[in-house]
């Protein structure tokens, strides 16, 4: 199993900023993704944090508004830029080593934009 | 990928057991059965997974139909602590979050 730390657990921020979220892992892994989780719903993926290359985004996302960082296996950070309320969100990071194996979720960051 | 079908809600009533049905018609030969649960104000919690046959863990069970077409999560013993939203997802490496099963567990 993967413990995940997410750092903060939860800001309230201005419209107009920018806030990083941090995502820390006690062991090495492949593959890390990003998921926002809007009131009331449920997941959706973000992003697919690649080390050593850019990340990959799903439809409707763009690295404009999520720049992704993924410096090395047990790290990475999602920033979410020129916020606005509708951003304001869960965003959980995830780890896993494929499809065959099981995923591990952090906490989550509970963001609110006002 | 693949898409799944999951009812809205159910309901369990204590130490009984729980099939959670899952419809995933479209599913291809490469494509893994994951389940997870999210309990509330937490991210989700790895439950089972499976490719073609069935599975048992500490936590569950996962039946999977012979076409693979189908799966049922089987929760032996339901308790209060399983009250919680399912996700049957279908994965080759990314993880694609339906809108799950809203499991009650009745006292």
């Known amino acids: 199993s993967a413990v995940i730390s997410q750092k903060p657990s939860r800001d309230i921020c201005q419209r107009g900023t920018s806030l990083t979220i941090q995502c820390q892992v006690d062991?090495?892994?492949?593959?890390m993704f990003w998921y926002r989780q809007q009131p009331g719903q449920s997941l959706t993926l973000i992003a697919t944090a690649n080390q050593g290359s850019e990340a990959t985004y799903e439809s409707g996302f763009v690295i404009d508004k999520f720049p992704i960082s993924r410096p090395n296996l047990t790290f990475s950070t999602l920033t979410v830029s020129n916020m606005s309320p509708e951003d304001s969100s869960i965003y959980l990071c995830?780890?896993?080593?494929?499809?065959?194996?099981?995923?591990?979720f952090g906490p989550g960051t509970r963001l609110t934009v006002t | 990928d693949a898409k799944t079908t999951q009812p809205n809600s159910m309901e369990s009533n204590e130490e009984e057991p729980v099939h959670l049905p899952c419809n995933h018609s479209?599913?291809?030969?490469?494509?893994?059965i994951h389940w997870y649960r999210q309990l509330p104000s937490q991210g989700p919690e790895y439950v089972i997974h499976g490719l073609t046959s069935n599975v048992n863990n500490r936590m569950a069970s996962l039946a999977i139909a012979e076409d693979r077409k189908s799966s049922t999560l089987i929760l032996h013993r339901a308790t209060l602590r399983d009250a919680a939203v399912y996700y049957c997802i279908l994965t080759r490496n990314q993880f694609y979050f339906g809108t799950g099963t809203s499991l009650t567990v009745i006292p």
């Open positions: 062991s090495q892994v492949t593959m």
């Open positions: 479209t599913i291809s030969g490469t494509d893994y």
């Open positions: 995830s780890v896993g080593q494929g499809a065959g194996y099981e995923q591990y």
